[in-house]
């Protein structure tokens, strides 16, 4: 059982982190501070990269994806991976975006980002936030904007009007789920209210990327403070953990990566998604920078291990139907390890054997997750990453209900248990030749 002063003081950090990533852009600032904070140095794709051994760095790409790494004291042989997404189910504002409604009312224009559960959206406040593009003395410039109170709300029809709302109603997202900003004399504001958040004139925007949000905050229940609730779990729970087990590496013979794509919910075919080529660019240059090249790099993978950490499905109360008959796992019983005939998830018996060690070794319990055999399931960063960087890869995750909702849960001690790992992990190594047979060095 783990330790319940340590679960809880983690679980805080966790949900402070939580409610500062109101979507992807906060989420990888957030990693940006915590990592400088720390003694990370940044890099930038556009420039030269000097590293040193026992150095560490961080890289992002387009404000949304991040790989932070941390180099061995002496040579390394591979790499040791554990990848995550910063991007979740949402709606994503469209560029002109006031709607005039019966010259009584203002709505804004928003299009579905990702396959979310809509009905819990209603009815709750909600607000915006995202990264405004505008004119500069050299150009253009990023700026973040978080419009930090209660904003919009997407109200739901009263029942009198429809009274199969209970009996299965399929929203629409075009009439639905467009959210009500002010009344008629409020046009023209919206533009504005992001100008002044961000001190700019209306007329230096350019374009942006604005997105609502839940403004609920992350909180800790349940009966004996067992469950954490939350906008973002899914995957920022993973990415925290991977977060924090990067911070406390100390590599021996391989380099620590924590890596966290964007776009996992809509496929991942962005240059940020893991179909991109940003992992493949970046361990190319940690190797370039110590007078490596091809060969060397097609054999670091052979001595590399990646870990897509990307959350589960945990058997619901309600619903246990919709579980496989055996692999069922449960919130708080520890790390899911994903299986899929069609490979939707990496994981096989050699990459399970391998995570299984480090779970032992950490003292970890873990659980497995397969689909029903007559239902489809999602897929994740592991198989789509293998088509960029192939190698030995296990699809993981934490236990968690109401995957793809605005607010979501899962167990506080899991977020314990893979920290525990990541720290073990990042300090390790997986060594092998291609064969199946891996020499794991903690």
């Known amino acids: 059982m783990a330790k319940a002063a340590e679960v809880k003081k983690l679980n805080r950090k966790l949900m402070d982190f939580l409610d500062g990533s109101v979507n992807a852009f906060f989420a990888v600032e957030n990693m940006k501070n915590i990592l400088v904070e720390e003694g990370f140095l940044p890099l930038y794709e556009g420039e030269d990269w000097k590293l040193k051994k026992g150095g560490k760095y961080f890289v992002t790409r387009n404000g949304s994806a991040l790989i932070a790494f941390v180099l061995p004291e002496k040579s390394f042989k591979g790499f040791q991976m554990m990848a995550s997404h910063s991007d979740s189910p949402v709606f994503k504002i469209k560029g002109d975006p006031e709607l005039e409604i019966d010259k009584a009312y203002i709505q804004l224009n928003v299009e579905k980002y990702g396959g979310m559960i809509c009905s819990p959206w209603l009815d709750r406040p909600l607000s915006v936030a995202g990264r405004v593009l505008v004119k500069s003395v050299k150009g253009v410039e990023t700026k973040l904007v978080n419009i930090d109170r209660d904003l919009l709300i997407i109200p739901n029809l009263a029942i009198h009007m429809n009274r199969e709302v209970n009996d299965g109603y399929k929203f629409n997202a075009q009439k639905d789920m467009l959210p009500l900003f002010s009344t008629i004399e409020g046009k023209g504001s919206f533009k504005k209210i992001v100008a002044d958040a961000i001190s700019v004139k209306e007329e230096s925007i350019l374009d942006w990327d604005l997105f609502l949000y839940n403004r609920q905050k992350a909180t800790i229940l349940g009966g004996k403070e067992e469950f954490i609730a939350s906008g973002r779990l899914d995957d920022l729970q993973c990415a925290f953990s991977s977060l924090q087990g990067i911070l406390a590496a100390k590599p021996k013979e391989s380099v620590a990566l924590h890596c966290v794509y964007d776009n996992e919910e809509v496929g991942s075919g962005t240059k940020q998604g893991a179909d991109s080529s940003f992992l493949k660019d970046v361990l190319h240059r940690i190797l370039y920078a110590f007078g490596m090249g091809e060969e060397e790099y097609i054999k670091a993978l052979q001595n590399s291990f990646l870990v897509s950490a990307d959350n589960a499905h945990a058997v619901h109360?309600?619903?246990?139907?919709?579980?496989?008959?055996?692999?069922?796992?449960?919130?708080?019983?520890?790390?899911?390890?994903?299986?899929?005939?069609?490979?939707?998830?990496?994981?096989?018996?050699?990459?399970?054997?391998?995570?299984?060690?480090?779970?032992?070794?950490?003292?970890?319990?873990?659980?497995?997750?397969?689909?029903?055999?007559?239902?489809?399931?999602?897929?994740?960063?592991?198989?789509?990453?293998?088509?960029?960087?192939a190698l030995n890869t296990v699809d993981i995750g934490l236990p968690q209900l109401s995957m793809h909702s605005p607010y979501e849960t899962a167990g506080v001690e899991d977020t314990y248990y893979l920290v525990e790992v990541a720290k073990l992990f990042y300090s390790s190594s997986v060594l092998g030749r291609g064969d199946g047979n891996l020499e794991i060095k903690y």
């Open 317 to 389: 109360p309600a619903h246990l139907d919709k579980a496989d008959a055996l692999n069922r796992p449960y919130m708080n019983k520890g790390i899911v390890l994903k299986y899929s005939a069609n490979q939707k998830y990496t994981t096989d018996a050699v990459s399970a054997a391998v995570f299984k060690s480090f779970c032992e070794k950490a003292k970890v319990p873990y659980q497995s997750f397969a689909n029903r055999s007559d239902m489809l399931g999602g897929s994740t960063l592991g198989n789509i990453s293998n088509s960029q960087v």
